[in-house]
C-alpha cells in the first residue's frame, strides 16, 4: 500500500537556525497538509496546500513558516528562524481529490530545537 | 468559542469486552467526521470515515456513529485486544477538507 513518507525522522537544530522539513506525499493525491503534535499534546493543523499554493492556515503558521512544492514530489515545510518552542513532532498528510477522502499521514519528523 | 472533546484522556478495559469512545464538539458544522489510531512515536493511522448524512459505519471489529444533531460520534470496538491498546483520535473536517481539527484523543489499554 502507498505510503507518505518524511525525512529526516529526526532533526536537531540550534535556535534561530533554519530547517527545512521535507515529506513525500502519496503519488496520486492533490491535497497536501502538514501537522504538529507537541509532545503530550494533541494534533494541530498547520496548514493545507492544494494546486500549488495554500489553501488555509491556521494561527501556528506564521511568517517563519512556509511551504512548497518544488517537484511533483517532494512537499516541505520551512522554518525560517527556530524557537525552542517549535520542538515537536511534524507530521505531513496527504489525500485524494474525489469526494469526501481520509487524509494518510506519515510518522513524522521529530524537531528539537537546543 | 469552537471545541471538539474526547469523553476521556484513557480508558482501561478487559480483553474480550466493547470499548466505547466518545467525541463530541460544538460550533462546528462537518460534512464528515474521521477516527484515527496513533501508536506512541507513529503518525495518526486512518480507521474510519463516517459523512454526515450516514448514521453508522462498520469495518471488521470497528464501528461509527455520527449524531449530528447531538454533535456527537460514538467509536466502538468489540471483541478488545490488547493489540488494539493505542491513543484513538476523532478528527472532523472545518472547511470543505481544507483544515481538519483533532481531538485531544482518548488512550485506550486493553488488559489480558
Known amino acids: 500500500e502507498p505510503e507518505v513518507t518524511q525525512t529526516p525522522s529526526h532533526q536537531v537544530t540550534q535556535m534561530g537556525q533554519e530547517v527545512i522539513l521535507r515529506c513525500v506525499p502519496i503519488s496520486n493525491h492533490l491535497y497536501f497538509y502538514w501537522y504538529r503534535q507537541i509532545l503530550g499534546q494533541k494534533v494541530e493543523f498547520l496548514v493545507s496546500f492544494y494546486n500549488n499554493e495554500i489553501s488555509e492556515k491556521s494561527e501556528i503558521f506564521d511568517d517563519q513558516f512556509s511551504v512548497e512544492r518544488p517537484d511533483g514530489s517532494n512537499f516541505t515545510l520551512k522554518i525560517r528562524s527556530t524557537k525552542l518552542e517549535d520542538s515537536a513532532m511534524y507530521f505531513c498528510?496527504?489525500?485524494?481529490?474525489?469526494?469526501?477522502?481520509?487524509?494518510?499521514f506519515g510518522d513524522g519528523t521529530r524537531l528539537s530545537i537546543l | 468559542s469552537q471545541k471538539i472533546e474526547q469523553n476521556s484522556e484513557a480508558l482501561n478495559i478487559q480483553e474480550g469486552k466493547t470499548a466505547t469512545l466518545t467525541c463530541n464538539y460544538t460550533n462546528y458544522s462537518p460534512a464528515y467526521l474521521q477516527w484515527y489510531r496513533q501508536d506512541p512515536g507513529r503518525g495518526p493511522v486512518f480507521l474510519l470515515l463516517i459523512r454526515e448524512n450516514e448514521k453508522e459505519k462498520r469495518k471488521e471489529r470497528l464501528k461509527v456513529t455520527f449524531d449530528t444533531t447531538l454533535k456527537q460520534s460514538l467509536f466502538h470496538i468489540t471483541a478488545s485486544q490488547p493489540a488494539d491498546s493505542a491513543t484513538y483520535l476523532c478528527?472532523?473536517?472545518?472547511?470543505?477538507?481544507?483544515?481538519?481539527?483533532f481531538g485531544p484523543g482518548t488512550r485506550l489499554s486493553v488488559l489480558p
Open positions: 498528510a496527504s489525500r485524494g481529490a474525489t469526494g469526501n477522502q481520509p487524509q494518510h
Open positions: 478528527a472532523l473536517d472545518d472547511n470543505y477538507g481544507q483544515n481538519f481539527v
